[in-house]
């Protein structure tokens, strides 16, 4: 069978996944073409973490039926908003969180056996040229570290996210094969950086008896010269290990951490049911996080349900204060069927949209570099084969 994948705003972790699919189909005997046309199938990775994803998904399974296709649906949205797929849609589906048993089905295999992929290897030459090479991909920062996606699923219960509904159960991979992972790309490239990527990185080792930390420790064994890079980790847990992550960043272990706030006012984060206080973020960055030894990231949200212009304020002023090298910046945009979406006191478009921009004038004015995303544009991430398979 001949199959054509198209993926919609697809984040790190969700691309390891779609990797996952097409070692799967690949080691079936089918063949993986690069036009529609082609395809007896096409397979559409959906996203729904936001309202506006979940929109241009819709608008893409329906386009791609209009025109004849045979299509199957894939990714978040299945799971997140099932009835909105059913009576949109009249293709195969693969639920995320059932999907060995699903894929195998609809692409008539008796399982899905690929191995799972937890490490993807650096770009092999300098960032800016290898960009000139690739101007079709999407080239980041973390492209000239080694990656390790370390686990799936998440433990938080945020009341914004739409992506907990879909996930399976967390899980962490193995630590001894992660090491040895990494060691055998370390010894490969000679690149020392470490980029650890997960929706949950904290809880890494919660159903394995096992830490981030010790994770951290046994990687850093590999070469003294390994530093690591913490991707997404949730404020609670650098809480939960506070003495250990400072010990770290002091050591020189970990040079770079993205930790979203997404507010830095008490009310609103409650509402989020983050886990945490403002008190508790200036704890993690004074404590932890020495602004002037490691490099900060953080995301932020505006325009939450209720949000005022003041608590907003508050956000701004904490940025400033600890000058983030980066800051995603979002208009709040409600993700289906969640306990956000049906609050009242939504803020309406035009003055999410004032408060970011405004915002992200003053921290660029103070030296953070923001990135942020007012569209509902379709996006396709492309890259190249780098991404490093293993049996769990």
Same mark, same amino acid.
């Given at each position: 069978?001949?199959?054509?994948?198209?993926?919609?705003?697809?984040?790190?972790?969700?691309?390891?996944?779609?990797?996952?699919?097409?070692?799967?189909?690949?080691?079936?005997?089918?063949?993986?073409?690069?036009?529609?046309?082609?395809?007896?199938?096409?397979?559409?990775?959906?996203?729904?973490?936001?309202?506006?994803?979940?929109?241009?998904?819709?608008?893409?399974?329906?386009?791609?039926?209009?025109?004849?296709?045979?299509?199957?649906?894939?990714?978040?949205?299945?799971?997140?908003?099932?009835?909105?797929?059913?009576?949109?849609?009249?293709?195969?589906?693969?639920?995320?969180?059932?999907? /060995?048993?699903?894929?195998?089905?609809?692409?008539?295999?008796?399982?899905?056996?690929?191995?799972?992929?937890?490490?993807?290897?650096?770009?092999?030459?300098?960032?800016?040229?290898?960009?000139?090479?690739?101007?079709?991909?999407?080239?980041?920062?973390?492209?000239?570290?080694?990656?390790?996606?370390?686990?799936?699923?998440?433990?938080?219960?945020?009341?914004?996210?739409?992506?907990?509904?879909?996930?399976?159960?967390?899980?962490?991979?193995?630590?001894?094969?992660?090491?040895?992972?990494?060691?055998?790309?370390?010894?490969?490239?000679?690149?020392?950086?470490?980029?650890?990527?997960?929706?949950?990185?904290?809880?890494?080792?919660?159903?394995?008896?096992?830490?981030?930390?010790?994770?951290?420790?046994?990687?850093?064994?590999?070469?003294?010269?390994?530093?690591?890079?913490?991707?997404?980790?949730?404020?609670?847990?650098?809480?939960?290990?506070?003495?250990?992550?400072?010990?770290?960043?002091?050591?020189?272990?970990?040079?770079?951490?993205?930790?979203?706030?997404?507010?830095?006012?008490?009310?609103?984060?409650?509402?989020?049911?983050?886990?945490?206080?403002?008190?508790?973020?200036?704890?993690?960055?004074?404590?932890?996080?020495?602004?002037?030894?490691?490099?900060?990231?953080?995301?932020?949200?505006?325009?939450?349900?209720?949000?005022?212009?003041?608590?907003?304020?508050?956000?701004?002023?904490?940025?400033?204060?600890?000058?983030?090298?980066?800051?995603?910046?979002?208009?709040?945009?409600?993700?289906?069927?969640?306990?956000?979406?049906?609050?009242?006191?939504?803020?309406?478009?035009?003055?999410?949209?004032?408060?970011?921009?405004?915002?992200?004038?003053?921290?660029?004015?103070?030296?953070?570099?923001?990135?942020?995303?007012?569209?509902?544009?379709?996006?396709?991430?492309?890259?190249?084969? /780098?991404?490093?398979?293993?049996?769990?």
């Amino acid at each position: 069978m001949k199959v054509y994948i198209k993926t919609l705003n697809i984040c790190p972790m969700r691309r390891v996944n779609t990797t996952q699919y097409r070692e799967a189909l690949l080691q079936n005997g089918h063949e993986l073409v690069d036009t529609p046309e082609k395809a007896d199938k096409v397979l559409v990775w959906t996203c729904a973490v936001r309202g506006d994803f979940h929109d241009n998904s819709i608008s893409v399974l329906k386009d791609f039926e209009s025109r004849g296709f045979s299509v199957v649906a894939a990714g978040c949205l299945p799971s997140i908003d099932p009835s909105e797929v059913e009576n949109n849609f009249h293709g195969e589906i693969i639920h995320y969180n059932n999907d /060995r048993e699903e894929f195998a089905k609809v692409f008539g295999v008796e399982h899905m056996d690929a191995p799972y992929p937890v490490v993807e290897a650096p770009i092999p030459l300098p960032i800016d040229e290898y960009k000139k090479l690739h101007p079709e991909l999407k080239i980041g920062n973390d492209d000239q570290y080694i990656k390790i996606f370390l686990s799936e699923g998440c433990t938080r219960l945020c009341t914004y996210c739409t992506e907990v509904r879909a996930f399976p159960p967390y899980r962490s991979f193995p630590k001894e094969k992660l090491v040895a992972k990494a060691r055998e790309m370390v010894e490969k490239t000679e690149v020392k950086n470490i980029a650890l990527f997960g929706d949950d990185i904290g809880a890494y080792g919660v159903d394995t008896g096992t830490t981030l930390i010790e994770l951290i420790r046994e990687l850093k064994a590999i070469h003294p010269d390994v530093r690591i890079s913490l991707k997404q980790i949730h404020p609670a847990w650098c809480l939960h290990y506070t003495e250990e992550l400072s010990a770290l960043v002091k050591d020189g272990t970990i040079f770079q951490a993205l930790v979203p706030i997404q507010s830095a006012n008490d009310r609103v984060l409650a509402a989020m049911k983050r886990g945490y206080t403002k008190e508790e973020l200036h704890t993690v960055f004074n404590s932890i996080f020495d602004g002037s030894r490691v490099e900060l990231e953080t995301h932020v949200i505006a325009g939450f349900p209720t949000e005022t212009s003041e608590e907003w304020e508050e956000t701004v002023e904490f940025i400033l204060q600890y000058r983030f090298r980066y800051v995603m910046g979002n208009i709040f945009m409600a993700g289906p069927n969640t306990e956000a979406a049906a609050m009242d006191g939504q803020v309406n478009r035009k003055e999410k949209e004032r408060r970011i921009l405004d915002g992200a004038d003053r921290m660029e004015t103070n030296g953070t570099v923001v990135g942020h995303d007012l569209s509902a544009r379709s996006k396709e991430h492309t890259t190249l084969n /780098r991404i490093d398979l293993m049996e769990l």
